[in-house]
């Protein structure tokens, strides 16, 4: 029961956080703005449509979709909703989510590369660059979390009864803070990326999907929300383990946050230049390594 | 006797393959190779499943005693390792060295099986053997054997070159080891390894590990001593550089291993974590970013073995400081990783190595950017090489995650239970930088290699390598698949080795990872599952749709062209922004200045160097230079200063044999 109301949670979110910062760059913008589950409307319109493959192409360039959401699907079912249980949950499966993530990222690099196009070209070689660099500030994360909770997989490390203390509210909402940033990257969000961009050149995660259409360009899509709900959930979960809170608390925060910051940085803020994107990343790891070292100090219960 | 016994061997080694006629040389040499195989993996697997250990033969050398050759679970492991990697070799070398039959001697194709053949023998002695002369016997001719490998084409210079620069390194590599073995002998009256703890009883630990990782570091291409890699694996045939790559380098793993292991006492085994941990991470860090920067297969092979030996190294370091500070299933895990990466690398570097062997045998170049599509022209290749390239990407579900899965859980469970936090945390962070970087660096590989389009007329025409080569190609490729979907029936493998560092890893193994790891197995199935499922569900709909094809979307331009595409160099472009200091770049040709409108045909080469080179070769030369320099100003050409620096001489001579100094 659990379990299941746990993934059927995990849904709602991967579908609302598209519709949550369509809703808040219209109402900043002063627009009226999309209806809420339009994404979903056009998502279903390209799953009824054929394909187009360019001629350069291998199966690879078939079967890369397919890679990207099975290891997005699989990546989601470790995630917990507060201390909800997730469908799989063993110790170290933090590993593997990070690990799933990278195989779906590879795949798209691959099928990228595989039409042949100086311009996915340019996006894979991005992509893979941001990935390498972005790892470590996961990784890091999640030791974080395994320190201070003393578990090493999701499930455990959130669903522990934890009394109220200052020393957890701190680490757990700045690793909260971090998580947020990775899901920008990861997702390819402004200031990183910009999914709305006009021009190839600039692109990052888009440009990479250049070549598909029709039911391929939906699975990327769909893994697309889903990667930013699992990521987002986590950071949801840090905050909501500050207070044992449960899953009613989770899941409108997951939508939130990541919505309502996405919305609103896109509305107020310009992309970076690309040259930029590496400081900005390289920082999210440094900082990532910062908050690992304040819940060591924390830890060591030294008086600061 | 035994010297003896081994002589006769060779002999009767170069004997027979010798007088084989020149297309059945190599089944002569599989055959010796087979037979020595299945004789030790007997022994070797009973071991590996828990019986006692074996000693199959004495041997009295001429200056360190009697020693003896057994096998016990590490020896065992290695034994397993090389055996595969050996038979898997000489069944590929049959299709890459039928292009040489014509063109080489008879002589010379003979000569090149008594060496691969002997490396492999050599390779089995040295990790049977006790330690003192045995041991460095077998190491030297295991360095010889691989020498030989190595010029097989020996009428170019740059083979020359690099065969010779790989003899001396590994002759400065094995001066450690006589250091280490002697100054042993000194302390204790006895060279073995087992004669280890008492030595390190004497307190000579730090001293006496530092001789043996110096020895040892140089083969497995430790951090700086890894300049031979990327120069030896260019230089020797494919096959050769697979099982040099894949087991002959592993051996400095092994030497480490027979060294860390007899450290008891753990606040000098803590001092030791912390060295082979840094050692590691420097490794593995400087070898992937390295190789993200090559535009030649082999030479970001090479540094991507650099990098796995800082992986193991990382596992190994992890494993030195949680049994140093009395945490056993730290110990075990990052022991269980190291152990299993170990494996896992003999395995997918073989691949990979084939692959660049088949590449080259059909397109004679190993540039990556003279290729582009060739998985349209040799498909099966492709297919195993992507295998390959995903394992070493550690992706799940294949077997590199499977050991970099249990390094890292070793280092999180470190840092959970708060013992050397800090230790544990950079060595997460370097290992998941390292791990992004593989990523990017054999996308890079993969992608120029075999997707896109041909970039030259050559790799059109190319067809699939033959089926032996296939065949022995399948071998690495069933371990890489089957480790990563039952790794919980793999772990067995080092469950005897493991058990000999941390006396408690059989229970740890037994209730703690294997559970673990058949979750992970579960995980992997699944993913297998649901990624066919959606494939299977998108072909079923499409079948009833428009599916067309036509040309890469060109964004707007009407006339791409083939050279247009993304390169190595280009791809890589922008990690080498942020990376640039690493190497030295020099630059052949001149690239197209933004002021030329119309391009005329340029020639434009950029190599990436790695600095530490200078520290093996110009460095010397030009303090050699200066000191020369210095010197020189003595030698002024007037026969009254040389009077003066005569009768100086005697004078100090005078002077100190008064102060009884000489």
Redesign the interface.
Known sequence: MGIALNTLLMLIVAVSITGVINRTRALLAGRKGLPFLQHIYNARLM?R??????????A?F??A???Y???A??AM?FIPVADLYPL?S???????F???L??G??AL??AA??????????G???E??Y??????A???G??TL??FC???SFADIFAHEQSLNIHLTIVMLLTAYLFIKITFVESGRVPVDDPRTHL?LTMIHEVMC??YCG??MA?IQIAGWLKTASLSMLAANAIAATGCFHWWLATPLAILLTGVSVGVVESTQARNKL?RN?TFIVTI?ALA?LI?FIG?LL?LNINI | MFYLGLLLTLALLVAALFITPLRYKVWTALAFVTTAAIAVACYAISVLAGSKPITLAEAAGPIFGVERFSIDPLSALFLVIIGIAGIATLIYSRGYLAQYLGKKSSAHISLHYVALVTLILSMMLVVMSSGGFSFLLAWELMTIASFILIIFDAQKAEVLRAALAYLIMMHVGFIFLVAGFASLHSVTGSAAFSALPMAFAEGKTILLFVLFLLGFGMKAGMFPMHVWLPEAHPAAPSHVSAIMSGVMIKMGVYGVLRVIWMVQDYSELQIIGFIVLAVGIITGLWGVILAAFQNDVKRLLAYSSIENIGVIFIGLGIAALGQASGNSIVATLAMCGALMHTINHSLFKSLLFFGAGNLYSQMHTTHLNMFGGVAKSMPVTAILFLIATAAICALPPLNGFVGEFMIYLGMLNSVRDGVNTLAAAGGIIALALIGGIVVFAFTKLYSTIFLGSPRDHSVAESVEVDSTRLVAMAIPTAGIILIGIVPQVAINAVKQVTMLFTPSADAIIGDYITPTLSKVSLTALLVILVIALLYVIKSRALRKRTVESGPTWGCGFTSPNIRMQYTGESFSENLEAVATSLTQNTVEGRAVSKSEIFPSAHNYDVRHKDKIDRLFTEWWVELLHIINKRIMRLRTGKINHYILFALLFLVAIFILSLLNII
Do not use: N
Not at chain 1, 90 to 96: A, L, S
Not at chain 1, 113 to 122: C, I, L, R
Not at chain 1, 131 to 136: K, N, Q
């Open positions: 799953l449509k054929g394909a187009v493959y360019s001629t350069t192409t291998t690879l078939k079967i979709p397919a890679v959401l099975g290891a699907i699989v079912l799989i063993f110790e170290g499966d933090v590993i593997c990070a690990y799933l990278a195989l990222r590879v690099i691959l590369m595989d039409t042949g196009s100086s311009f996915e070209g340019m894979a070689s991005r893979a660059l990935g390498a660099l972005i790892e470590p996961m990784m890091i999640f030791a395994a320190m003393g578990y090493t190839e250049l070549d039911v391929d699975m040259l590496t790891s390594a690992f060591f830890q």
